[in-house]
């Protein structure tokens, strides 16, 4: 038999040549359009970084006109006695430090001059006082914010009137800026230029306690009876499944979820950080039954078998042995669920948390809103002063997942056992 | 007493239960015996347990009953005979009586409700003294009665652990009623639904218009296509264009090409996209995608391109989702045998023609797992749209046009003015059902995909 004859490749021919420089372009092509993949996703990710700190910068900033103010000549009836107690808040606006302000606004700037002052600029003569009772008796120039809209004029670009008036102002050198140290210590105003993060911030923590001390325990205990303890049979299944699927359900069900039962059965009250802690609670507990399950697993079984041979009970090899050894991994996957928690907005919403509130919260039971729902309050208020404060709140925002994240991170690195 | 220094007090007591019984078991270890069945501490927490379980048991249901009994009490006192009927003026002179009689408010609008205060602290201080001593009593007999039982042959550890046990299963049994919480309220509400506007009017009906409901034919403006399509365009379809071609790219040459360092670097850094939270998406989308996206429609041409369009909240939603497809794609390429890739490779094989025609095949059904848990995902995705997509129902394929969500109509639907029970309302959730229905399906429908898939290189 005799076999076709075949001829040895001629690597040289210009066929093949040609053919495999397409094939090494078309390498070059691919390998450079995964690479594009990369850098364009993390591009997305620094440009909207960038975009929120470009923006949200000048929010920690205020625009200051300095007042000329004579407060001798405006003889207001207080005494210094006054001044001293914890009245001395109501004792001023009570002698009528607003209109003096207003008085000296409109002989220093003109007939329009009380409206370049901030709602909130007789509250930053009154704290000066009473730091400094002897202004009282004196000819004194103090440095007050501004009104949202010529703020955003003298940042940014703002309404032709306003953009006139920076001009005119900063003619005679009476701007200044300095930080806003309001916007970290106030609640929700309807004047820009007051607003402040503390309230949703306070919302927020409240919500989060109430949040870590039921999904903490309960994820923990669950994850260590399905993993130690639970007999392999149908309802141990359908615990795991349900499990499974509560960790991917939409958050906004879980708001819905909150609202037919938390609010329409149990008749909790609305907006208050106990419910929204609740609904949360019920969202992030699958969260830490999953890594609490994985780092329970983690622990290797000569732990148990070593304690059980010494006479250890099955409660003392888990609570004793078990949990002390994959608690930093379980802490890690509760971090990372809390910082879920935090950012979370849609069931929130559902449940009225989006009222205005003027003031911080102070029990579990009071109405609160939370900093991304405050964000979302911001984001959808026309005043243009909002926009760099929605900006500002982002950055709080994301300051405190990328802390508990980097939390998370050392904690992993610090403290976890591998065997 | 205040019911949270109450709830101290008893735990107090549970504490120094705790010591004595503890202190008393540690009386019981002498050198003539060798064996105990249970340590000073199981004796010590045998106690605290019989002392708190029974107090706070009570505590609980007393605090969901004791309002209903004081407003009773307050009921039946004379001046309460000028109470009006049933009906929303009583209820509403009740409450304000008890917000004045807890010093929650000092206005009141009516004049009976100042009358009634007083008859209501009254009321509330006499049941605070009930509930008190039955507390305390309840802490001091199940604790004293646990303490007789302190004796060096009582099983203190076994029943600790059973009590530890119970504690466990019933932790896991949260999940179970988390599950049955949601299904039961969303079918609950649904129903009630359903009794006003047919099912099929609400699924197969293409207009919705929930701002103008006629109340003799509700369901003429509830028929919710227009959000199914709006849903599936935005999440499915513009998301996913742009979520799988990056989040797939990404894998591959984070698996296949990357350096070890730029592994370790980028992924972190991709995984990131998933943890900025949605609202800040939505933000970004609004103010800055959305407006670039209507400049980019009028700039080719399309006359109606609208400043809430679906690309913006798509294309914005379709970033958010990459990591999920590249970390689940990641998995499956992982999963390959190297040895079909080393077999690829020395036929000759450019790395590139090896990952398209023999990795990526044989990774398929992982890809295609993760894509569908991508896409339960972003068609439940709630403030990207509620922020970035407009609130008007059209059934439309042009990507500049404005569309909206099932999501977005659910938080328009709730958030209004309506109250708890009308057709509204009620809508919200027979769209919450219809898109638990669907996540749960895609999810089940992936994780088995994934499931058969591993099964078959291991």
């Not at chain 1, 007789?122 to 730091?131: K, M, S």
């Not at chain 2, 639904?193 to 699924?203: A, K, Q, Y």
């Not at chain 2, 996209?273 to 959305?290: K, S, W």
């Not at chain 2, 045998?337 to 025609?357: H, N, V």
């Amino acid at each position: 038999m005799t076999e076709p004859s075949r001829l040895p490749t001629d690597w040289k021919a210009a066929a093949v040549q040609r053919r495999t420089r397409r094939r090494y372009a078309a390498e070059r092509r691919f390998r450079l359009l995964g690479l594009a993949a990369v850098w364009l996703s993390a591009g997305f990710l620094m440009f909207l970084l960038a975009s929120m700190l470009w923006q949200g910068a000048s929010g920690f900033r205020q625009t200051r006109v300095a007042l000329p103010i004579d407060l001798a000549a405006a003889r207001l009836a207080v005494t210094p006695a006054q001044l001293s107690g914890r009245g001395a808040d109501l004792a001023l606006a009570g002698a009528g430090l607003e209109g003096t302000v207003d008085a000296a606004a409109t002989r220093a700037f003109g007939a329009q001059g009380a409206d370049l002052l901030s709602d909130g600029a007789w509250l930053v003569v009154r704290d000066a006082i009473e730091r400094n009772p002897a202004l009282l008796q004196s000819r004194t120039t103090i440095d007050v914010p501004v009104d949202s809209a010529i703020d955003v004029a003298a940042k940014h670009d703002g309404t032709p009137a306003a953009e006139a008036i920076v001009a005119r102002l900063t003619a005679r050198g009476a701007l200044s800026t300095g930080w806003n140290l309001g916007f970290l210590a106030a609640a929700d105003s309807t004047d820009p230029t007051r607003v402040g993060i503390w309230g949703a911030l306070k919302g927020s923590l409240l919500t989060m306690l109430v949040t870590i001390a039921l999904a903490f325990p309960i994820g923990v205990l669950a994850a260590l009876y399905l993993e130690e303890y639970a007999p392999r049979n149908r309802w141990t299944d359908v615990i795991e499944v349900s499990i499974n699927n509560l960790a991917a359900v939409p958050s906004i069900i879980f708001g819905l979820l909150g609202l037919a039962v938390f609010l329409g059965t149990l008749h909790l009250p609305r907006s208050a950080p106990l419910v929204g802690g609740l609904t949360l609670a019920l969202m992030t507990m699958p969260v830490i039954v999953i890594a609490g399950r994985n780092a329970i697993k983690a622990v290797p079984p000569s732990i148990r078998d070593a304690a059980l041979a010494v006479g250890a009970s099955p409660v003392q090899v888990v609570f004793d042995h078990v949990l002390p050894l994959a608690l930093p991994g379980i802490l890690t996957g509760t971090i990372i669920g809390m910082a879920r928690a935090l950012g979370e907005t849609a069931p929130l919403l559902m449940i009225g948390m989006r009222a205005f509130i003027a003031a911080p919260p102070s029990r579990l039971v009071d109405p609160a809103t939370v900093l991304p729902v405050q964000i979302f309050l911001w984001s959808d208020d026309i005043d243009r002063g909002f926009v760099e404060k929605t900006s500002a709140a982002i950055i709080v925002l994301l300051v405190f997942l990328l802390a508990m994240n980097g939390l998370a991170i050392y904690l992993r690195n610090r403290f976890e056992t591998r065997w | 007493m205040s019911a949270l220094a109450l709830v101290l007090v008893v735990f107090g007591l549970a504490l120094i239960g705790w010591l004595v019984a503890r202190m008393r078991a540690a009386t019981f270890r002498k050198p003539g015996v060798a064996r105990f069945t249970a340590l000073p501490v199981h004796y010590g927490y045998f106690v605290a347990i019989c002392a708190l379980v029974p107090a706070l048991l009570f505590l609980a249901v007393w605090s969901l009953t004791s309002p209903a009994l004081v407003t009773d009490a307050v009921i039946a006192t004379p001046a309460a005979a000028a109470l009006p009927p049933a009906g929303f003026e009583r209820a509403s002179i009740l409450s304000e009586a008890r917000a004045l009689a807890a010093g929650r408010s000092h206005g009141a609008f009516h004049d009976l409700s100042v009358r009634l205060a007083p008859a209501y602290a009254a009321a509330q201080i006499r049941y605070d003294w009930i509930a008190t001593a039955v507390a305390l009593l309840l802490a001091f007999a199940g604790g004293g009665f646990a303490f007789t039982r302190v004796r060096p042959d009582f099983g203190a550890r076994t029943q600790v652990e059973r009590i530890v046990m119970l504690l466990l299963l019933a932790a896991s049994l949260i999940a179970i009623l988390t599950t049955i919480g949601i299904v039961a309220s969303l079918l609950y509400e649904s129903a009630r639904f359903f009794r006003i506007v047919p099912i099929g009017e609400f699924l197969f009906g293409t207009h919705w218009s929930p701002q103008v409901i006629d109340a003799r034919d509700p369901g003429a403006s509830l028929g919710a296509v227009p959000l199914f399509w709006g849903t599936f365009f935005i999440g499915a379809v513009i998301a996913m264009a742009v979520a799988i071609p990056f989040g797939l790219m990404s894998a591959i040459y984070l698996t296949q090409y990357a350096h070890a360092t730029t592994r370790r670097w980028m992924k972190p850094v991709l995984e990131m996209l998933a943890g900025v939270p949605t609202v800040v998406y939505g933000y970004f989308a609004a103010l800055t995608v959305a407006p670039a996206v209507r400049e980019l429609g009028l700039a080719v041409g399309i006359a109606n391109a609208s400043s809430e369009s679906a690309l913006a909240a798509g294309a914005v939603m379709g970033i958010m989702i990459i990591p999920f497809v590249s970390s689940m794609a990641d998995d499956s390429i992982a999963a390959v045998p190297a040895s079909m890739r080393d077999g690829s490779l020395a036929m000759g094989a450019t790395q590139s023609e090896t990952i398209r025609k023999v990795i990526l095949p044989a990774a398929l059904p992982g890809v295609v797992g993760g894509i569908l848990l991508a896409v339960s995902r972003a068609i439940g995705e709630t403030m990207i749209v509620v922020m970035a997509a407009s609130g008007v129902a059209t059934l439309t394929a042009n990507p500049f046009a404005s569309t909206t969500t099932v999501t977005k109509q659910i938080v328009d639907l709730l958030t209004g003015e309506a109250e708890f029970d009308s057709a509204k309302t009620l809508a919200a959730f027979a769209l919450g059902l219809t898109l638990f229905v669907i996540t749960l399906a895609l999810n089940v429908v992936a994780l088995s995909v994934v499931k058969r898939y591993r099964e078959a290189y291991d």
